[in-house]
């Protein structure tokens, strides 16, 4: 028995684990976590990309052979978008509406295309004060304030 003591060897623990590489369903876990924030964030962006088309479909579809409904139907389509966006520009009728569209746009309305968007529920459909070119005017300036706000 004596002899077999000279080769005896201590004990060796094992090393520990380690925390790298991860498990494989970790790397799931990770990779899921991922997926779904980029998923959440092309549902945001299509979501807010298709408000701006949908309401710039609205703009293009719009006749301008009436010019009166025509300024009425632009003007229902910029007060839907403040409700929206801006909860208390809604309510904004007059020179302060007009005030509060070139707040928040590069361009300005201005001129008859102005007075259009203002006096529109006040006049005649068949009225002659305002022209084509009014209303043409007043729907570029929808267009650009939609690109701008939405």
Known sequence: MDNNLPELRDIHLP?????FPPAYGWWALIGGALALF?????ILFLRKKSKKL???RLINHIQEQNIVAAALQMSE???RICVYKYKTAAALFGKEWIDFLNGHSKHKLEGKAANLLIDAPYIAQNTQTYTIED??????FCKNWIGENL
């Open 15 to 19: 090393d520990g684990v380690s925390a």
């Open 54 to 56: 949908y309401a710039l």
């Open 38 to 42: 980029v998923l959440t964030e092309v």
């Open 135 to 140: 209303a043409e005017k007043l729907k570029s």
């Open 77 to 79: 389509i910029l007060r």
